[in-house]
């Protein structure tokens, strides 16, 4: 099975303008998590879909959203950029239908964003 | 609230000579652990995950955990360390369940370098 993949790889953008940010989950996956990565924070949790719905959001300003396609596909949007919001951006994926806490989530390679 | 520490940023290693990474953790509830490795520029492997049962878990390329409920720990271990096991690693805890989903809770990483 082919694993998880985001596109674009790595992205450069300048303050105020807006980013979207794409994941393909391993097929036959339905839930779609966004996390961040940076150096002072660490990786944080931003938000979970499944079958189009959020059920779960972390702790990010408005600026950040996201949303789930019909095909599991996911996409995150962070609009009004700020310098801060240069990271790694990660999705995961798993089966998700089970609610199961051990259910593991696979990662993709992230989007890395330079926010100038 | 659920919570994790990786109380050590880097750890270095002799080739050949077992490898540790500790992990500690915080939880309401059934403990349900994962270890993650990354290398540059890359997204998160998942290594290995416990739910429930043995104490000792084993994963892949050779890693195992060993889960403690009194000292609260899931510590990663390796027999004898490779040179290409140098990495960033993360343990993650499961959080709390809303409407079925879950996200991962993960410590600040442990940087391991193993020297020939």
């Known amino acids: 099975k082919a694993g998880v993949t985001q596109t674009p790889r790595y992205l450069i953008k300048t303050r105020g303008q807006q980013v979207t940010l794409s994941c393909s989950p391993i097929?036959?996956?339905?839930?779609v998590s966004w996390y961040q990565q940076t150096p002072g924070q660490g990786l944080q949790f931003l938000f979970e879909y499944f079958s189009e719905t959020q059920r779960n959001k972390g702790n990010f300003p408005g600026r950040f959203s996201g949303r789930q396609f019909s095909n599991s596909r996911s996409e995150m949007n962070v609009s009004t950029l700020e310098l801060g919001d240069s990271a790694l951006y990660l999705c995961?994926?798993?089966?998700?239908?089970?609610?199961?806490?051990?259910?593991?989530?696979?990662f993709g390679p992230g989007t890395r964003l330079l926010v100038l | 609230a659920q919570s994790v520490a990786q109380p050590e940023d880097q750890v270095n290693v002799a080739e050949g000579n077992p490898l540790t990474v500790k992990c500690t953790y915080s939880?309401?509830?059934?403990?349900?652990l994962f270890w993650y490795v990354q290398y540059p520029n890359r997204g998160l492997q998942f290594l290995l995950k416990?739910?429930?049962?043995?104490?000792l878990v084993k994963g892949s390329y050779g890693f195992e955990a060993e889960f403690n409920k009194s000292q609260t720990s899931f510590h990663l271990k390796k027999p004898s360390a490779l040179v290409s096991d140098s990495a960033l690693y993360f343990c993650a805890v499961r959080g709390p369940i809303y409407n079925q989903g879950g996200k991962l809770i993960f410590g600040q990483g442990t940087e391991l370098s193993v020297k020939p």
């Open positions: 416990y739910i429930t049962g043995d104490n």
């Open positions: 097929s036959g996956h339905r839930s």
């Open positions: 939880v309401s509830g059934n403990p349900y």
């Open positions: 995961a994926s798993s089966s998700g239908t089970s609610g199961f806490q051990g259910e593991t989530q696979y």
